[in-house]
C-alpha cells in the first residue's frame, strides 16, 4: 500500500496509525499506535503523538511538543514550539492513573504559543489564542486572548490572529480580513456578512 504523507527516515511511525494524505513528519519524531492524523497537517521536529490523540486537517505543530493521550485538536489548531499539554490532574510516578487520563478539547482555528502549558480537563474555544509561556487551567472562550501564569484574558482575536478593538456598540473589523465581529454579554461572534 503507497503511502500518502511524508514522514523523515528518522521519525518512528507505530502501526495501527491513521494518517491523513499531504502530512508531513519531520526528523525524530515518534507517532504511537491508535492515534489519527488529518490531511495536510505538519509535525514538526522531536514530537510525540500518543495513543488514541485525535488531530483534525491542516494541523501545525512545531518542534518539542508531546500530545498526549486525550488530546484532541480540531482542524486548523497551531500549537507552537515547546508547547505542553498534561492528561492526569495529581500524577505521581509510583502510582498508575492511566484510567484518570482527561480529555482536553483544543477547538477550530485556536493557537497555543510556544511553552504554553495546557493543563488537562479545558476546551480551548474557537480560534482561541494562548500567548507565549501561557499556564491555561480553566476553559477558554472562542476568540479569547490569554496570557500569564496562570492565565487570564486580556482582549480577544480575530480569525486571522489580530487583536480585535470593539466601539462602543460591540462591534469590531479584523484589519487583515475585514470580516466583523460582536462582543456580546462576554461572547465574540463573527458576523456573516
Known amino acids: 500500500m503507497e503511502t500518502t504523507y511524508f514522514a523523515h527516515e528518522s521519525a518512528i511511525i507505530d502501526p495501527d496509525c491513521r494518517i491523513g494524505t499531504g502530512t508531513k513528519i519531520w526528523h525524530f519524531s515518534h507517532i504511537m499506535s491508535g492515534c489519527s492524523i488529518g490531511e495536510q497537517c505538519s509535525i514538526g521536529q522531536n514530537v510525540v503523538i500518543s495513543p488514541e490523540v485525535i488531530l483534525g486537517n491542516r494541523v501545525k505543530i512545531q518542534n518539542n511538543v508531546s500530545v498526549y493521550t486525550g488530546v484532541i485538536c480540531e482542524d486548523d489548531v497551531f500549537l507552537g514550539p515547546s508547547a505542553v499539554f498534561t492528561n492526569v490532574i495529581n500524577p505521581r510516578s509510583a502510582v498508575i492513573r492511566k484510567n484518570e487520563y482527561k ?58 490572529g489580530h487583536k480585535l478593538k470593539f466601539n462602543t456598540e460591540g462591534l469590531a473589523v479584523c484589519p487583515e480580513s475585514q470580516e466583523k465581529y460582536l462582543l456580546d454579554n462576554g461572547k465574540v461572534s463573527k458576523i456573516n456578512t
Open 103 to 160: 480529555q482536553t478539547l483544543v477547538r477550530q482555528g485556536a493557537t497555543i504559543g510556544a511553552n504554553a502549558t495546557i493543563v488537562c480537563g479545558i476546551t480551548i474555544g474557537r480560534f482561541a489564542f494562548i500567548g507565549a509561556g501561557a499556564v491555561v487551567t480553566k476553559d477558554i472562550a472562542d476568540y479569547a486572548l490569554v496570557m500569564g501564569n496562570p492565565a487570564r484574558q486580556t482582549g480577544w482575536m480575530s480569525e486571522m
